[in-house]
């Protein structure tokens, strides 16, 4: 699936690595400290987004590897559809799943009250309904980002009954 102009998480999520080799693709090709804040849009991204789109470093063998090997949910199609709304830049909301012992399902708000509105709501238990299908042991985790870059767990659950996000319609 193709990431269309949206280029949510060339801005709003954190690249930085420990090891040297990537720090120094990193410092290349994303910023030169080394490190991009999330909430900073990468140096690579071309400035002229709804022209040409996208990252202007795409095709290079020597891009981080966090951007070689990141896919948010829309991106591999695990949304369910490939409708423009549910894009993060459209949606509001980067939805994307951390590897780790358990599945932890991030949803990473990228525009205020995005997750107020219905047409998250409904994307959210959908991707919850799939999990739940599979019977996967998963926890939500849902994250901000202030404005040096640094996280801010709002919720993290590990049953949907414990989610504060109503079901209902407003």
């Known amino acids: 699936m193709s990431c269309g102009t949206c280029r949510e998480c060339?801005?709003?999520l954190k690249i930085t690595s420990d090891e040297e080799e990537e720090q120094a693709r990193i410092k290349k090709w994303v910023h030169s400290e080394g490190l991009k804040p999330a909430g900073i849009a990468c140096s690579s991204m071309k400035t002229n987004r709804l022209a040409n789109g996208g990252c202007s470093i795409h095709s290079e063998e020597t891009k981080p590897k966090l951007c070689s090997d990141y896919q948010c949910l829309f991106a591999?199609?695990?949304l369910g559809t490939s409708k423009k709304p549910f894009r993060p830049d459209n949606l509001g909301v980067i939805f994307d799943f951390v590897p780790g012992e358990i599945t932890t399902l991030r949803i990473l708000e990228v525009r205020p009250k995005a997750i107020e509105q219905m047409l998250f709501k409904k994307t959210l238990w959908s991707i919850m309904a799939e999990l739940d299908k599979e019977n996967k042991d998963y926890c939500l985790k849902w994250v901000t980002?202030?404005?040096?870059?640094k996280e801010t767990v709002v919720q993290?659950?590990?049953?949907?009954?414990?989610l504060s996000i109503s079901k209902e319609k407003k």
């Open 10 to 12: 060339c801005i709003n």
């Open 156 to 162: 993290q659950i590990k049953k949907v009954e414990d």
């Open 145 to 149: 980002y202030d404005l040096i870059g």
């Open 76 to 78: 591999t199609g695990n």
